[in-house]
């Protein structure tokens, strides 16, 4: 009932502005945001205490079918991944935030007025978290930011709506590796930041950029976890992230496929459907076989992760982190290879902007290219949880 309500929401309301929000300047529009809020989307993983909707022990379940949702509805995934982020972050900070700043910031997010995201990437890249550079200093029981974050999602959306990112930076030296690393919220409206918008091949809707930090103060008490345990702290959210993303990629699969099998049951070449050939209709019926595969697999990884939460016991977690990366390493691969075969059945057209593929190649690509983790990191993680240390190539 709760999948059916969302996509009723999302094809009514959200469907149809689809190549809007990705041609769109000035992003996603805000009635859509409002509109999702009040079927209290945003709150799915802020606890009902801090105005949010989640149902305790599911959390990440109904999450990740949300976000199946709104991205089977908004292909160029702008709105999936700004979606996301608020959810996948705030589960985070309601799990791991101070109640000072879980009553600050987490009721704002839930009626979608405040944008929450993440920043941990830098220009060295995002994959080796334990050689960030950004660090602070702690004074007066305040931290004091320096460096700079890329490749940041919203970093136009969280000036202008409120809000921020949480925020990966060294508090030791750099000998002390992910040991001397804090996590924390950092509003994005402090003084001392800057943003630099950068321009991505997709995901238009939603802004990507770089974020400077000069002698920015945040209080201590939007830390998020120990000081100097950052790491792990983040790799929990990073866990709970990469469900969502995978989400995301099979939204816009399963419609892609939804589209081609209309398509090639309606187009005739030499007198019969395409559907006929079996050139076409076995690839179909591959595409379809694997994404419920899939789709079956991470529901029981996102089951896995609020099981975990309830009961540490009951789930080891290193079976929850080679669950979550096996669905991250396939899911954006996949979702970009059903696509490509949507574009090649449609011919011709499915090269023009006359149907959705192509926005939805350019939104895929960035999950693709390694956002939340890329392919070989996902490899690393599982040959490290099913075959041990010794399979840790540094």
């Known amino acids: 009932m709760f999948k059916q309500s969302v996509r009723e929401f999302a094809e009514k309301n959200i469907a149809p502005r689809s190549r809007e929000i990705d041609r769109n300047a000035a992003g996603i529009p805000e009635e859509i945001i409002q509109g999702m809020a ?40 702008s709105l999936p991944v700004y979606y996301l982020l608020n959810l996948g972050w705030s589960y985070l900070v309601s799990r791991f935030g101070t109640e000072e700043l879980k009553k600050e910031i987490l009721p704002r997010v839930a009626t979608g007025e405040w944008f929450l995201g993440i920043a941990t990437t830098e220009s060295s890249g995002g994959s080796d978290l334990a050689r960030i550079k950004t660090n602070a200093a702690k004074r007066d029981r305040k931290y004091i930011l320096n460096g700079e974050k890329y490749f940041v999602s919203g970093v136009e959306e969280g000036p202008k709506r409120g809000g921020g990112h949480c925020t990966l930076f060294r508090t030791g030296t750099m000998e002390d590796g992910n040991r001397a690393l804090t996590f924390a919220y950092v509003p994005a409206q402090a003084r001392g930041i800057a943003m630099t918008p950068l321009h991505m091949m997709g995901r238009m809707g939603l802004s990507t ?93 996102a089951w896995m992760i609020d099981r975990h939460h309830q009961d540490s016991n009951s789930i080891p977690r290193k079976d929850v982190n080679a669950y979550v990366a096996m669905c991250k390493m396939i899911a954006p691969h996949l979702g970009l290879e059903i696509t490509k075969h949507a574009i090649m059945h449609h011919g011709a057209l499915g090269y023009s902007d006359q149907v959705p593929f192509e926005m939805l190649m350019r939104g895929l690509m960035s999950y693709v290219a390694g956002a939340e983790g890329g392919t070989n990191v996902m490899k690393i993680i599982i040959a490290r949880e099913f075959i041990g240390d010794v399979a840790i190539p540094y």
């Open 38 to 77: 009040k079927l209290g989307l945003f709150g799915l993983t802020i606890p009902e205490k801090y105005g949010g909707s989640a149902i305790e022990g599911e959390e990440i379940v109904t999450a990740m079918l949300a976000v199946h949702e709104i991205a089977r509805a908004e292909l160029s995934m």
């Open 209 to 301: 950029g770089v974020i400077h930090y000069d002698g920015v103060e945040i209080p201590e008490h939007y830390r998020l976890g120990d000081e100097n345990k950052g790491f792990y702290t983040a790799m929990q959210g990073f866990n709970a992230a990469r469900v969502l993303v995978c989400a995301a990629c099979t939204g816009g699969a399963e419609r892609a496929l939804e589209l081609t099998r209309d398509y090639t049951t309606q187009r005739h070449l030499f007198g019969t459907p395409l559907a006929k050939f079996e050139g076409i209709s076995f690839e179909i019926a591959d595409d379809w076989a694997k994404l419920e595969m899939l789709k079956n697999t991470l529901l029981k990884t």
